[in-house]
């Protein structure tokens, strides 16, 4: 199989775990801005000595890093998903269908079930199937060979 289909496959295979993903993202953000207003500001008393910092400026630090990294990994699974998205647009209904049903849905009995849903017989699935492919990856890539 030609390197280009299995990228295209993964990254079909991949869409549902990266929309997940998003939702997750999103709650654990809220989560750590929900965590940072309960870490209180350093007091005029607790200065640190030699240059180090306080426990608190230490925690609320670590939290805006990581809220920054859960941002950049939100903005990531979001890009990942709206160039699917796009992509499959670009395809007919059918091509749009048969990709959804095989990679990203992946209904139970597989291939045979959708041949049987189609009135074709495995061959044929996979051969529509490729061809969609090409087409999803050309409307990824512009391109369906390097």
Known sequence: MEYWKFKAIDK?????????????????LQRLEL???NIR?????????QGGGSTREDK????????????????GAKL???VVNISLAALDA?????????YIHRISGGTQRIAEMLGLDERSVYKRADKALRRFVIALYGVSET
């Open 12 to 28: 079909l295979r991949d869409y549902p775990l990266k929309a997940a993903a998003i939702q997750s993202l999103q709650e654990e």
């Open 35 to 37: 965590e940072a207003t």
């Open 41 to 49: 500001s350093a007091a005029a008393d607790a200065t640190p000595v």
């Open 60 to 75: 609320l630090l670590s939290n805006i890093i990581h809220r920054d990294e859960i941002k950049r990994m939100i903005a």
């Open 80 to 82: 990942a998903c709206n």
């Open 94 to 102: 059918a091509e749009r269908d048969l990709l959804t049903d095989m």
